[in-house]
């Protein structure tokens, strides 16, 4: 995880005073930016340096100390058996649903989007929207479904992932110009799915060239197109929900985790607004 551009900005005492910015040192270093400018300038910086590559966002309720694609979260299960549960599901909503979009290599990419946990982390390619999923809290019920609640802590934090780290590569796919439009929910959420080309390796914290812990209060997102019903589109918007729905997707999950005895929802869901139904 690299931090020397957090300092190079902290560093700059005309800038710290006028976005509110302060580097906080520590096990995972951060930055607390007060003023929404002050990330914009923050993401300027990293993207003009091009041994960086390109430079996504990823917006969370909360710092874990890690950077892990949702595959690799909270399972005890070794990586070489979830990846292939991964490989294995892929083929079978592959089977189950002959439309063209998901005979894809990348499928895993888009369904990361759609609720399962996959080898791929899902990250943005637009502020507004990483600053909303910093400031709201996601749940997934039993049934799956999603529930969408104002976060209950005081700040959110902000990661900047470059697809570069010295000599290692991110792989990248832009769900906007990778998949087809009938696929609202990542087109509408500036989607981006990043994932390592080293099998071995899953943990992306390396990647990560800013933090910044942010005031909740003053990175309001709201309006239309903030709105839940909005970023995550009811079936009759989105036709891929409506597809997954529809071939019960989630049973073919279920029973691909009972085979390699892996714990119930190691590979997600597909996730849908109650209201959306």
């Known amino acids: 995880m690299e931090n020397d551009l957090m300092r190079l900005l902290a ?4 800038l710290s005073k ?11 270093p951060h930055l607390e930016i007060e003023h929404p ?62 439309v063209k979009r998901f005979d894809r290599a990348d499928l895993p990419a888009l369904l990361q989007h759609y609720g399962f946990r996959t080898s791929w982390l899902d ?3 637009n502020l507004f929207v990483a600053a909303w999923f910093g400031a709201n809290e996601l749940r997934t019920t039993t049934d799956s479904f999603i529930e969408i ?7 959110g934090w902000l990661f900047l992932i470059a697809t570069r780290s010295g000599p290692k590569q991110l792989r990248h796919v832009d769900l906007r110009i990778e998949h087809h439009p009938l696929s609202s929910r990542p087109h509408i959420q500036h989607g981006i799915s990043l994932t390592t080309l080293d099998s071995t390796e899953y943990d992306l914290r390396e990647f990560v060239v800013g933090t910044v812990r942010f005031p909740i209060i003053g990175y309001t997102t709201t309006g239309v197109l903030f709105e ?20 019960r ?29």
């Open 11 to 14: 560093r700059r005492s005309g």
């Open 18 to 28: 006028k976005f509110g910015l302060r580097y906080v040192d520590g096990h995972w």
């Open 37 to 98: 400018a002050g990330v914009a300038r923050l993401i300027g910086e990293a993207k003009k340096q091009v041994d960086l590559g390109r430079v996504f966002l990823r917006g969370q309720v909360e710092q874990h100390g890690a950077m892990l694609p949702g595959l690799f979260r909270a399972n005890n299960a070794a990586p070489d058996t979830l990846r292939e549960a991964e490989k294995v599901l892929t083929d079978r909503i592959r089977h189950s649903i002959p």
């Open 123 to 125: 990250a943005v390619d």
């Open 149 to 155: 609640s104002p976060s209950s802590r005081k700040h």
């Open 228 to 247: 839940s019903s909005f970023l995550f589109p009811r079936l009759d918007d989105d036709h891929t929900l409506r597809l997954l729905v529809k071939h």
């Open 249 to 277: 997707v989630n049973d073919i999950a279920a029973e691909i985790e009972k085979q390699y005895k892996l714990a119930d929802g190691s590979l997600g869901r597909v996730s849908r607004l109650r209201s959306a139904a």
